[in-house]
């Protein structure tokens, strides 16, 4: 029989008080079950605890604050720092840490002249130790992994997951099992979780199949479920929404934009916003919004085809392959964040990717093709006046640039859409294009080159 993960209430008064609530008919336990499902309904679980409603706002942000300056692992991490609104371990000890959040929140200069929006920024979550968000949910759960006395972790994933499960797993001593799609995901994905000792299986299936396969395997080993259905990995995800509301010094932005694949990231910086209002951290809501690929909408068509109520599930197609998902498993929490936060939820197409991705790469930060949907996004609702120029709107940028070299590398040598029906049409991307140019090794050739983009490209400036 697996070891459960309990409130540590049950075995340590005193200390947290979290409780697992059904989303759906919001039944409320001390334990979960390995599918982290509701025994009742079957719908998913998420964490409450109510000695959160009842801080002091002025108080925790001076905390917070304070926090900055000090050196114990548990403050020097960007997620821990926000410990009062997250599940509290048995001991500060326990936790499993990699120095995970302080990500920076940028401005976009270019993109603002591109869009006409002058606040706009982007919260970039790539610089996290592994290089995409799932890091500030992962030392969460594996905190509680590890305390719960598992000895394996285990994920689905469309890579970015994996890295971040195996590189927890490794530095809590725990064993990890990865399920990737085979050939779905990226090499420098795939590189970290065998970098980081990961039971790495490449099965041939998609990552909807490799969710599948993961559900029934909990069921029958002892091992403990890191996808983002495990409610303490959208707790520390959480922490993204702290984090930037106190980079904006408490004032909300009008819109927050994020991807959308599994749906558990929006999932997460919906309940962190409804918390924080709850609470008077913020006196209003941002509205919230999911943008997905064309090829893997299935949030899009869920919203449009059944106003939520159920879920179209599809057969997703896209080269943004973190958020190749069709059948995502927190499409209900999505919906309700959605809802709640009067948030839209668009879809753009492969060109609208790859050319917002040449766009934030040229802003000096870059990031990987499914992060660069949020800037392609924001373009559609403006069209649509859903967003007014004049509002702050932060994207969050979920991954590194370097996640995806392949893509980067295909889209300036001009291949990424060759022998694809988009071939043609694709050529009206040539000028965000900056392929390499091969020369001889003589100073003439350098300098004729460089006289050439010079005046192929004369209103580039250094403002
Ligand atoms: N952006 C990136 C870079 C991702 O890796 C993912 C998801 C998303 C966006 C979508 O986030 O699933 O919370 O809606 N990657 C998962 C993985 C599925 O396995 O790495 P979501």
Redesign the pocket.
């Known amino acids: 029989m697996p070891p459960s993960v309990t409130s540590a209430k049950d075995s340590a008064p005193g200390q947290a008080t979290f409780r697992f609530r059904c989303i759906g008919c919001g039944s409320v336990n001390a334990t979960a079950a390995q599918d982290f499902r509701c025994s009742d309904c079957g719908n998913l679980l998420e964490i409450t605890d109510s000695s959160w409603n009842s801080r002091n706002p002025t108080a925790l942000k001076t905390l917070w604050r304070e926090r900055r300056i000090l050196n114990e692992a548990i403050d020097l991490s960007g997620v821990w720092r926000f410990r009062e609104f997250l599940p509290a371990p048995q001991s500060e000890q326990e936790i499993v840490t990699l120095r995970e959040g302080n990500t920076p929140l940028y401005d976009l200069p270019q993109s603002s002249r591109v869009t006409g929006v002058p606040r706009l920024y982007a919260k970039h979550q790539g610089l996290n130790p592994t290089g ?3 890091d500030a949910g992962m030392t969460v759960a594996a905190t509680f992994a590890r305390q719960a006395g598992y000895r394996w972790v285990a994920c689905a ?6 890295a971040s499960m195996a590189a927890y797993a490794a530095r809590g001593g725990m064993r990890s099992l990865v399920l990737v799609p085979e050939g779905k995901i990226s090499w420098s994905k795939l590189s970290q979780a065998l970098d980081y000792g990961a039971l790495t299986c490449q099965l041939r299936t998609d ?1 909807d199949g490799c969710l599948r396969l993961l559900q029934e395997l909990v069921r029958q080993a002892p091992v403990y479920q890191l996808n ?1 259905i495990n409610p303490f990995r959208l707790e520390g995800q959480k922490t993204l929404a702290f984090e930037l509301l106190e980079q904006l010094d408490w004032e909300p932005p009008d819109h927050i934009i994020v ?8 999932s997460a910086i919906g309940k962190a916003l409804l918390e924080m209002r709850d609470v008077g951290l913020i006196p209003r809501l941002p509205k919230l919004s999911v943008i997905q690929a064309e090829g893997a909408n299935a949030l899009v068509r869920t919203v449009r085809e059944t106003q939520g109520k159920r879920l179209v599930s599809m057969q997703p197609e896209t080269r943004a392959t ?2 190749r ?1 069709g059948n ?1 498993a927190s499409w209900e929490k999505a919906v309700k964040v959605l809802q709640a936060t009067g948030g839209a939820c668009e879809q753009v197409s492969e060109l609208e990717i790859a050319q917002a991705k040449a766009e934030i790469g040229a802003e000096g930060i870059g990031c ?1 093709p ?2 660069a949907v949020t800037l392609a996004g924001l373009k559609k609702l403006l069209q649509q006046g859903f967003v007014k120029p004049q509002e702050t709107v932060v994207l969050v940028l ?2 590194s640039l370097l ?1 995806d070299p392949d893509y980067t590398m295909e889209f300036h040598r001009g291949d990424l859409f060759k022998g694809t029906p988009l071939e043609q049409e694709s050529a009206k991307l040539n000028s965000f294009r900056h392929p390499p140019v091969v020369l001889d090794a003589t100073l003439d050739a350098v300098i004729k080159t460089l006289e050439l983009a010079e005046k192929s490209d004369p209103a580039r400036s250094n403002e």
């Open positions: 995409s968000f799932k994933s469309t890579g970015n997951t994996s990552f983002s991807p959308g694949g599994n749906l558990g990231n929006s973190a958020i998902i995502p990987e499914a992060s979920t991954g996640k």
